[in-house]
T-cell receptor, first 112, second 115 residues
Framework: NAGVTQTPKFQVLKTGQSMTLQCAQDMNHEYMSWYRQDPGMGLRLIHYSVGAGITDQGEVPNGYNVSRSTTEDFPLRLLSAAPSQTSVYFC???????????FGNGTRLTVT | AQSVTQLDSQVPVFEEAPVELRCNYSSSVSVYLFWYVQYPNQGLQLLLKYLSGSTLVKGINGFEAEFNKSQTSFHLRKPSVHISDTAEYFCAVREMIQGAQKLVFGQGTRLTINP
């Protein structure tokens, strides 16, 4: 019963490096999203997708790219990491409508 | 845009004492409200949700919340807490954007249970 799987769990990057945070769900959910969690700020939406081939920006999209080539996967790309992107990143998915979000266990990213 | 305010960033209580975590939201239209719990080094789990109907909502682990439209509040309560309730709690309101649901989260309340 995997649910939402995020990899890696931890990552350290140097400023300017690029990387991709992986997110996969096995519940056939149409909706997927990425949030970042920072102390005292709750979770803020980065990007979201309502289905394969469809993505859109959330509240804090700058510095991040996403794509949704399959229903299952929703990777988040950092093209040139900055210290301000040090955070914990959560992927979440749900069915459309009133279904609650299911969260992954997060990726803790540090940019030095 | 909707917003959520959690009035306490930290709440320390003794074991077996009652607790209330406060949440206010900004929207004046019909809302869907959620409480999530985050245990250390884990993702968020849904505690309970209010979509419609009875204003008193019961969730998992003995928690309940009351939707109060006139006060735009959705406070979370538990009559007797346990050490295992130590966690961070997030209140959230659902916003619809072009048919997609977006959750707007509060800043979180860290609940610490002391023996």
């Amino acid at each position: 019963n995997a649910g939402v799987t995020q990899t890696p769990k931890f990552q350290v990057l140097k400023t300017g490096q690029s990387m991709t945070l992986q997110c996969a769900q096995d519940m056939n959910h149409e909706y997927m999203s990425w949030y970042r969690q920072d102390p005292g700020m709750g979770l803020r939406l980065i990007h979201y997708s309502v289905g394969a081939g469809i993505t859109d920006q959330g509240e804090v999209p700058n510095g991040y790219n996403v794509s949704r080539s399959t229903t299952e996967d929703f990777p988040l790309r950092l093209l040139s990491a900055a210290p301000s992107q040090t955070s914990v990143y959560f992927c979440a998915s749900s069915r459309q409508g009133n279904s609650p979000l299911h969260f992954g266990n997060g990726t803790r990213l540090t940019v030095t | 845009a909707q917003s959520v305010t959690q009035l306490d960033s930290q709440v320390p209580v003794f074991e077996e004492a009652p607790v209330e975590l406060r949440c206010n939201y900004s929207s004046s239209v019909s809302v869907y409200l959620f409480w999530y719990v985050q245990y250390p080094n884990q993702g968020l789990q849904l505690l309970l949700k209010y979509l419609s109907g009875s204003t008193l909502v019961k969730g998992i682990n003995g928690f309940e919340a009351e939707f109060n439209k006139s006060q735009t509040s959705f406070h979370l309560r538990k009559p007797s807490v346990h050490i295992s309730d130590t966690a961070e709690y997030f209140c959230a309101v659902r916003e619809m954007i072009q048919g997609a649901q977006k959750l707007v989260f509060g800043q979180g309340t860290r609940l610490t249970i002391n023996p």
